[in-house]
């Protein structure tokens, strides 16, 4: 008989999941991804101007701080055919890379390093073993005895204590086994330092932005920076060099750190490359355009109907590619909307109606997202397959290097260890694109003066925004009526939906679920260290997923602050 094995809440992710497994003989032999709260930013939406969209739809999540408003005001210059000039073109790839930048070292750090890393392992190392090691395997300054004796001391209190906070786990169990001691502490010392090296790339996104989280210098038809390289007032050289310090300090980081980790990380855990790949047709979105036109890209999109086969690859050569704009569709079959479709967004409705869990009916308030009528996996290991796929120059030396270094075929990217590999990889290539895209801004800030141009309404007019995001493909939906602007539809398919959805209509599994059908079995059901490992190599952002909606308009929560005197 199957045993029910639940995880609910799944902690270390931005919003709420719950996983429900059937385990027989320890293999997971059913799974189902639930997402538990309803968000309904898409509702809101509705009825307001299009030209203020982008405001209310970055805040569908405050950790995907960028993506919504930049995906959102593309989807307004794409219904009303507004060509965006080239600065404010490269502003918004530089506000891209670097939030991607804070994003994957977060996730791979503090997000899902514990998953793989036993602080209580890390705190009976040897520290002048550790820098030995270290040594050896990373060209970084602070990988020293007396770092990895500070970092150990600082474990020990904390244990001691008995509050161990952020650093609380499945301590003690095998699965943590295969990492030496040694190399445990210096993980555990990347993880302090990275809390810095990502604050520095949220720096470098708010010199661009305005502020983090949730930047303010967006406005469909541009940028709302206003920019001259020689005017003290404007986004100016010296604003332009703040932003390259910064970002310079978290590329370092990147390169030396960062990659090296997952490399490393991998090699220890090298029979998890054949474990959780799931769904194996892949999607993703080429980005990063680098003319007023949005024809050359320098990040790759296309769809790969088999991971196992790089030589099938249906290119997107831009966004207007109709293979791409015309195969998404949605569908309600197994979440809590009203109705049983399948929709293209443009035609899609959101009406919540909760009706309990029911693993043969409704069970999730994600929706199901389609490609040619079949799942899609989304994410980092999706772009970096279809780049290489495609021979993209730096998707290919950076994913060389590591899988050679590992040991592995490039197709086993797609598993559970390979998805952070495959995130570091496009950190790693990122930190190359942004500096390519830097100079290209300051280029063209010595002949270029436009950031920014009027966006015109004009009947009904439809739209798309893509955006190749930290965790995949993500699109908003517009569809605006009349010379107000007024959305009359807007409908938002991001990653998380993709890879968090239910069942198909034919009983097919999202990723999330097969990938979970694909795991290592659970050593120890009370502890599931082996669900959260899969589930987080996707880096789930529920609240995205799903994108607080009062239906009756009444107040729910009082928040009250107050000084209290010393």
């Given at each position: 008989m199957a045993k029910r094995v639940v995880v609910d809440p799944i902690t270390r992710i931005e919003g709420h999941l719950r996983i429900e497994t059937e385990v027989e003989n320890g293999r997971i032999v059913n799974a189902y991804s639930i997402g538990t709260m309803f968000r309904g930013l898409e509702i809101i939406l509705k009825g307001r101007t299009a030209l203020d969209a982008w405001l209310y739809a970055q805040r569908i999540c405050g950790v995907c701080t960028t993506v919504h408003a930049i995906a959102s005001v593309r989807s307004v210059e794409d219904a009303t055919n507004t060509k965006i000039p080239i600065l404010a073109q490269l502003v918004r790839n530089l506000i891209i890379l670097s939030h991607a930048l804070q994003d994957h070292i977060v996730h791979f750090y503090h997000l899902s390093a514990l998953d793989w890393v036993d602080v209580t392992k890390a705190?009976?190392?040897?520290?002048?073993?550790?820098?030995?090691?270290?040594?050896?395997?990373?060209?970084?300054?602070?990988?020293?005895?007396?770092?990895?004796?500070?970092?150990?001391?600082?474990?020990?209190?904390?244990?001691?204590?008995?509050?161990?906070?952020?650093?609380?786990?499945?301590?003690?169990?095998?699965?943590?086994?295969?990492?030496?001691?040694?190399?445990?502490?210096?993980?555990?010392?990347?993880?302090?330092?990275?809390?810095?090296?990502?604050?520095?790339?949220?720096?470098?996104?708010?010199?661009?932005?305005?502020?983090?989280?949730?930047?303010?210098?967006?406005?469909?038809?541009?940028?709302?920076?206003?920019?001259?390289?020689?005017?003290?007032?404007?986004?100016?050289?010296?604003?332009?060099?703040?932003?390259y310090s910064f970002i310079k300090k978290t590329c370092d980081f990147v390169k030396n750190v960062y990659y090296r980790d997952a490399i490393i990380l991998s090699k220890f855990y090298k029979?998890?490359?054949?474990?959780?790949?799931?769904?194996?047709?892949?999607?993703?979105?080429?980005?990063?355009?680098?003319?007023?036109?949005?024809?050359?890209?320098?990040?790759?999109?296309?769809?790969?109907?088999?991971?196992d086969d790089l030589t099938n690859v249906e290119v997107f050569k831009d966004w207007k590619d109709p293979n791409l704009r015309n195969n998404i569709k949605e569908d309600i079959v197994h979440s809590w909307y009203k109705g049983s479709w399948a929709k293209h967004p443009w035609e899609e409705t959101t009406e919540p109606e909760y009706t309990g869990i029911d693993h043969n009916g409704k069970y999730s308030w994600v929706k199901g997202p389609l490609f040619k009528d079949k799942p899609a996996q989304v994410g980092p290991v999706a772009q970096v397959l279809v780049g290489y796929a495609q021979g993209h120059e730096l998707i290919k030396k950076y994913t060389d290097k590591a899988v050679n270094e590992v040991g592995v075929p490039v197709n086993k990217l797609n598993s559970t260890?390979?998805?952070?590999?495959?995130?570091?990889?496009?950190?790693?290539?990122?930190?190359?694109?942004?500096?390519?895209?830097?100079?290209?801004?300051?280029?063209?800030?010595?002949?270029?003066?436009?950031?920014?141009?009027?966006?015109?309404?004009?009947?009904?007019?439809?739209?798309?925004?893509?955006?190749?995001?930290?965790?995949?493909?993500?699109?908003?939906?517009?569809?605006?009526?009349?010379?107000?602007?007024?959305?009359?539809?807007?409908?938002?398919?991001?990653?998380?939906?993709?890879?968090?959805?239910?069942?198909?209509?034919?009983?097919?599994p999202g990723p999330y679920e097969a990938s979970l059908m694909d795991n290592h079995p659970l050593v120890d059901p009370e502890k599931p260290v082996e669900i959260l490992r899969t589930v987080h190599s996707f880096d789930p952002c529920i609240a995205c997923a799903i994108h607080l909606y009062d239906e009756d308009k009444k107040k729910r929560v009082k928040v009250f602050a107050r000084t209290i005197a010393k």
């Open positions: 705190a009976k190392a040897d520290p002048k073993k550790a820098a030995k090691i270290a040594a050896n395997l990373y060209d970084w300054p602070t990988n020293s005895e007396d770092r990895f004796k500070e970092v150990k001391e600082l474990l020990n209190k904390i244990i001691e204590s008995g509050k161990l906070g952020i650093f609380t786990g499945y301590w003690g169990h095998p699965a943590y086994d295969v990492l030496p001691p040694e190399v445990h502490l210096i993980a555990v010392a990347h993880y302090l330092e990275a809390l810095d090296y990502q604050r520095y790339a949220t720096q470098a996104n708010a010199v661009l932005g305005g502020k983090n989280p949730h930047i303010q210098s967006l406005v469909p038809g541009g940028v709302a920076l206003a920019i001259n390289k020689d005017n003290p007032s404007t986004f100016n050289m010296e604003r332009a060099q703040l932003f029979e998890w490359f054949n474990i959780g790949a799931g769904v194996k047709s892949l999607l993703a979105t080429p980005d990063l355009p680098t003319n007023v036109d949005m024809t050359n890209m320098d990040l790759p999109g296309g769809y790969l109907p088999d991971s260890i390979g998805r952070h590999l495959a995130r570091a990889i496009r950190a790693r290539v990122i930190c190359d694109l942004v500096e390519k895209h830097f100079n290209m801004l300051v280029d063209a800030m010595g002949h270029e003066t436009e950031y920014c141009v009027p966006v015109k309404f004009n009947g009904e007019q439809k739209g798309v925004g893509f955006h190749e995001a930290p965790r995949g493909i993500l699109s908003h939906w517009t569809v605006i009526q009349g010379p107000d602007g007024i959305l009359k539809n807007y409908q938002a398919v991001v990653p998380s939906t993709w890879n968090a959805r239910p069942r198909t209509a034919d009983g097919e």
